[in-house]
């Protein structure tokens, strides 16, 4: 099942409220590390999946991308992305990232912030990726780490006084459907090891250039609620893998 959470609009609402969509890229604490695993932009062709808002579409055209393709299954993330980050030659497409058809070798570079946790079958759409690459093109995505995404709740244990005790990992290698709460609201996500992640993208022609789990910056640490906890588990992960000749 291919769930459309965003265009409900009292999560829409809540979403829109969030740091890394009042403030974009730099209200997302992983940007700065996500930002240095990009490839070079100029004159290539450009697509993002599950591309929200088209923060990174933007971000792509202003570093000289020759096209960008932003594809989200929400038509509410999409009028936002129209009506504020469209620019140079980019293009916006309604349809869940399962769903993408496009032409093979289509694309230098495909980007995905924090979506892949919501697909179902991930083989299948790194399939789909390593064709629409060029020989030598990149992948680079983010997404919900393993570890936060294991237990299914999301939310920290806590004691009597609303006190903190530490982040549950249950379940870790039982791969599949969660249960999870975001924002307040039930939403459906997809649990598989950083193992999984990893030798999929190895086993379908892949390449890792680079691989991070990135840590709050620092300037953030005290200016935005709750994210002195960030520090104590891993929330996502960074992978940036080539597709070889």
Not at 68 to 84: F, P, Q
Not at 154 to 173: C, M, R
Not at 205 to 234: A, H, N, S, Y
């Amino acid at each position: 099942m291919k769930e459309n959470k965003y265009d409900d609009p009292l999560f829409f609402e809540k979403y829109s409220q969030m740091d890394r969509s009042k403030k974009g890229l730099d209200g997302a604490g992983e940007w700065k590390t996500l930002e240095n695993m990009l490839p070079d932009f100029q004159g290539k062709k450009v697509l993002d999946l599950g591309c929200g808002y088209g923060w990174h579409c933007e971000y792509a055209a202003d570093h000289g991308a020759a096209e960008v393709t932003g594809v989200d299954i929400s038509e509410k993330m999409l009028e936002e992305a129209r009506k504020s980050h469209k620019k140079g030659s980019t293009a916006y497409i309604c349809c869940p990232i399962e769903d993408i058809d496009f032409e093979e070798a289509s694309f230098d570079i495909i980007l995905s912030s924090l979506a892949f946790h919501y697909i179902e079958n991930y083989e299948e759409i790194v399939d789909k990726i390593h064709k629409l690459l060029k020989p030598g093109g990149y992948l680079v995505f983010s997404a919900e780490h393993p570890v936060f995404t294991a237990e299914g709740s999301q939310d920290w244990y806590y004691d009597e006084n609303g006190k903190i005790l530490h982040f549950p990992v249950d379940n870790y290698y039982y791969e599949g459907k969660r249960n999870a709460v975001f924002l307040g609201e039930p939403v459906t996500k997809y649990h598989r090891t950083f193992t999984t992640y990893v030798s999929v993208l190895l086993k379908k022609g892949f390449r890792l250039v680079d691989v991070e789990e990135p840590q709050p910056p620092e300037e953030m640490l005290d200016t935005v609620p709750g994210m002195k906890d960030e520090m104590r588990r891993p929330m996502m992960f960074l992978v940036s893998a080539q597709k070889e000749k």
